[in-house]
């Protein structure tokens, strides 16, 4: 849930003090996370480093608190619908070369052809308005998906600080996917370097004002915040997936479980 | 001799025959009845999800921020639309099994009132929303999952597919188990995380209960 695109600051921790400070408390958190929980005392069979998650999540949550939430709040307080909308489209516009790209590598041309359009058209004013017709018809596509098409294992599950749930095989799609972010090779004067490096903060933002509901609802009225997350993450991840190689792998679908289900009478 | 190997095939093949056909008229039968129970099936679980949004739709109409007339509202749906029998079993998990009847019942209790709760919540965002079933489809011979479309009527929120796991038992009302938002099924989220509860706890289901009801102390 708390999907934030910082990680661009990890792979270059000298661009300011903070991408260097993430960068340490992830190292830190990847050494930890070598301690695995064992499997009997798992509360997922996919989440061997549960210890190291759970950490990572309660870091997560003090930031959201202290940080996301009340910077969310004054963001719809402040930033008239138009503007959130203007932001909400660039963010969208800054992943089109992602999914230009894991398409055609997915073989999905199509889809491929579609978004690098909406990339073009878009970008006469950098993504800030939609001046194609349907933006529904670009199907978002990152580089865990084409590593999924690839039939790449999915991995373990990762808490990772800043940027939240992932699997190994997730994590290594956002790497590569922040590669192809248009803003960080478009050489336009210090406009575009100064949204470049404001993008992570912005998206952070916006995306937690947009689903302020759904995480208020997490972290102030589920029973174990934590594992309703890893739920919510795997289930939508699952549903992604599925969407490029059908059947997810190393995973139950949903209606497996609820075949079971029936199939058990007690 | 010939006459009686004659005798012995020709009664042979008579039997085969009559075996062939009896088998064939199974096969008939299962597939013209299968294609029925299957769409009787999908029909009543049709009528659940309209008769149920029609249901939603007057509360709202009917809705003044009353919280008690909401809940009250809330709960008259939930106990006419959901199986919550279902529901508490496959919330519970495998844990379910290792539960005595009282900590079923409890339990059973428990999440009804976190369910009414959760629903009373969020109940407003249902305003202003029109749903529309796109298609039906029978997994199995107990379920269906009714897909459909919530639309905001202005315009101004973007449009989320919703699938309704409908048990259809025979005989007996068709009821909701489930519910599943842009491919997340609120049922198996709030399986995963009360075994982990349970896990945590050393597989005591009892934790789970407490839990609820500390969480429910504080709202």
Request: net charge positive; with cysteine; proline share 5%.
């Amino acid at each position: 849930m708390l999907a934030y695109d910082w990680i661009e600051m990890l792979l270059n921790p000298t661009r300011s003090m903070l991408g260097f400070i993430i960068g340490l408390l992830s190292t830190a958190f990847l050494q930890s996370a070598c301690s695995s929980v064992p499997e009997t005392q798992r509360t997922d069979q996919r989440d061997p480093y549960e210890g190291a998650n759970r950490g990572a999540f309660a870091f997560n949550m003090e930031l959201d608190t202290h940080v996301l939430e009340p910077a969310a709040n004054a963001y719809k307080r402040t930033i008239p619908k138009t503007g959130q909308h203007a932001i909400a489209n660039h963010l969208n516009w800054t992943g089109l070369p992602a999914t230009t790209l894991n398409s055609t590598l997915q073989g999905r041309y199509e889809n491929a052809g579609v978004a690098f359009l909406h990339f073009a058209v878009n970008g006469l004013t950098l993504g800030l308005a939609e001046l194609t017709e349907d933006p529904k018809a670009v199907n978002s596509q990152d580089f865990g998906q084409t590593l999924a098409h690839l039939n790449v294992p999915e991995g373990n599950f990762l808490m990772v600080p800043f940027l939240g749930p992932n699997t190994s095989r997730s994590l290594t799609g956002k790497v590569a996917d922040t590669m192809t972010n248009p803003m960080s090779f478009l050489k336009a004067g210090e406009a575009a370097q100064t949204m470049q490096s404001l993008r992570p903060t912005v998206a952070a933002v916006s995306s937690r004002a947009k689903m302020s509901k759904a995480l208020d609802d997490i972290k102030y009225n589920s029973l174990d915040p934590y594992a309703r997350t890893r739920s919510l993450y795997y289930q939508s991840r699952a549903g992604r997936i599925n969407a490029v190689v059908g059947k997810p792998n190393n995973n139950q679908t949903n209606d497996d479980q609820f075949e079971s289900f029936f199939e058990d009478p007690s | 001799m010939m006459y009686f190997s004659q005798g012995v095939i020709g009664s042979l093949k008579s039997k085969d025959c009559r075996n062939w056909a009896a088998i064939f008229c199974v096969f008939i039968a299962l597939f013209i009845s299968l294609p029925a129970q299957a769409s009787s099936q999908i029909e009543a679980a049709n009528r659940l999800i309209n008769t149920m949004v029609r249901d939603v739709e007057s509360y709202l109409l009917a809705d003044s921020g009353d919280i008690s007339k909401r809940t009250e509202n809330i709960t008259k749906l939930l106990d006419t639309h959901f199986d919550i029998a279902g529901i508490a079993r496959f919330s519970a998990g495998p844990y379910w099994r290792a539960a005595n009847e009282k900590e079923r019942l409890t339990y059973t209790q428990s999440m009804r009132k976190a369910l009414i709760g959760t629903i009373a919540r969020n109940f407003d965002q249902l305003v202003g929303l029109r749903f529309t079933i796109i298609d039906s489809q029978a997994k199995g011979s107990r379920m269906v999952l009714v897909r459909g479309t919530f639309r905001d009527k202005a315009g101004k929120r973007p449009p989320v597919s919703v699938g309704w796991r409908v048990v259809t038992p025979h005989p007996g009302p068709a009821k909701v188990l489930d519910v599943e938002i842009e491919n997340i099924s609120m049922l198996i989220t709030q399986k995963q995380e009360n075994i982990a509860i349970i896990r945590k706890n050393g597989g005591r289901f009892s934790a789970l209960i407490e839990a609820m009801r500390q969480r429910q102390q504080t709202q």
